[in-house]
């Protein structure tokens, strides 16, 4: 498995989760990361990207100012720190990996995805 996500689960409206995804060096190193989640019965959207340095990261509009991504080049390691979570934000989480320093919102750009971890917000 070169991608492996963990974290999600049951959290109440307004509560914190934090997501992790961890990578292969291979397909770490020197690459952008980011985060895709899909809801049932919608497409998959773009989250939040950091760059192969952590210097630069990118949201979606709907989570700027309560998702913050970062990673551990020496853990080949990508977070998601998602807090004041909204009914909306209930998805499976996706953690995928560019082949390029930096990568924005376009899932095509990605070339590794994780296999997904569940996140629940109960109202």
């Known amino acids: 498995v070169q991608l492996q996500a963990s974290g999600g689960g049951l959290v109440q409206a307004g509560g914190s989760l934090r997501l992790s995804c961890a990578a292969s060096r291979r397909i770490f190193s020197n690459n952008a990361m980011g985060w895709f989640r899909q809801a049932p019965g919608k497409e998959r959207e773009f989250v939040a990207s950091?760059?192969?340095?952590?210097?630069?990261?990118s949201y979606t509009d709907s989570v700027k100012g309560r998702f913050t991504i970062s990673r551990d080049n020496a853990k080949s390691t990508v977070y998601l720190q998602m807090s004041s979570l909204k009914a909306e934000d209930a998805a499976v989480y996706y953690c995928?990996?560019?082949?390029?320093?930096?990568?924005?919102?376009?899932?095509?750009?990605?070339?590794?995805w994780g296999q997904g971890t569940q996140v629940t917000v109960s109202s």
């Open positions: 950091v760059s192969y340095n952590g210097a630069s990261t």
């Open positions: 995928a990996a560019s082949r390029t320093s930096y990568s924005g919102s376009d899932a095509r750009s990605y070339t590794y």
